[in-house]
């Protein structure tokens, strides 16, 4: 079932900034000016559900095992499209607006990319 579901529409001009990090940030239509260039630009869309560890992050055709949610993070990503994915692999939440996904190499993200997050 996919619990969740967006397309990248626009990347900002700074967003490799946070890939030596391991990370990457989306945000909706609504993203303050100052962060708007470190983010990838998607619409505000519904969660089907709950997003827990154990799901599966699908960027493009690459998939990610979730390891841990923050409890801001279906908040703002069902609110504001904002949310941050980290791909650590930790178990424990640092950042409550940030999701946790196994830690692999980040997946290719452009214009049209496809995000979903799947329960099996």
């Not at 993200?109 to 979903?116: D, E, F, W």
Request: with cysteine; glycine share 10%.
């Amino acid at each position: 079932m996919v619990v969740y579901e967006n397309k990248v529409k626009a990347m900002g001009a700074c967003i490799d900034e946070f890939k030596d990090s391991g990370m990457f940030i989306i945000f909706g239509d609504n993203a303050p000016e100052e962060l708007r260039d470190y983010c990838y630009s998607v619409s505000v869309n519904p969660i089907k559900g709950t997003i827990a560890a154990g799901q599966t992050l699908k960027v493009g055709d690459e998939s990610y095992r979730i390891t841990a949610v923050g409890d801001e993070a279906p908040v703002t990503l069902a609110g504001l499209g904002h949310c941050t994915i980290n791909f650590s692999g930790q178990t424990e939440v640092e950042l409550p607006g940030t999701i946790y996904v196994e830690n692999k190499p980040m997946p290719q993200i452009t214009v049209g990319t496809i995000i979903q997050i799947i329960s099996d």
